[in-house]
């Protein structure tokens, strides 16, 4: 992988990061985790695979409904 990719890969996950800082609802916050752990992913050598469906995040409902907020 380049630099410039690596370097693109390292401020996506950054983004992420910040935006699941500043977002108040459960849903969103680990939507942007998972995004940035995907980033991360990818720069340590492995490609990136979103969730074909809600059954391979079995517990973000429950989160949500419980009101809980994911810890950064």
Same mark, same amino acid.
């Not at 992988?1 to 990719?5: G, L, P, T, V």
């Given at each position: 992988?380049?630099?410039?990719?690596l370097s693109y890969?390292?401020?996506?996950a950054e983004t992420e990061l910040g935006r699941a800082q500043a977002a108040s609802h459960p849903l969103a916050i680990r939507?942007?985790? @998972?995004l940035a752990? +995907?980033?991360l992913e990818r720069i340590n050598g492995g490609s990136i695979r979103m969730p074909s469906a809600v059954s391979d995040c079995p517990d973000t409902f429950s989160t949500a409904r @419980?009101?809980?907020? +994911?810890s950064l």
């Open positions: 992988m380049s630099d410039e990719d890969f390292e401020a996506r939507a942007h985790i @998972a752990e +995907l980033y @419980a009101g809980r907020r +994911l």
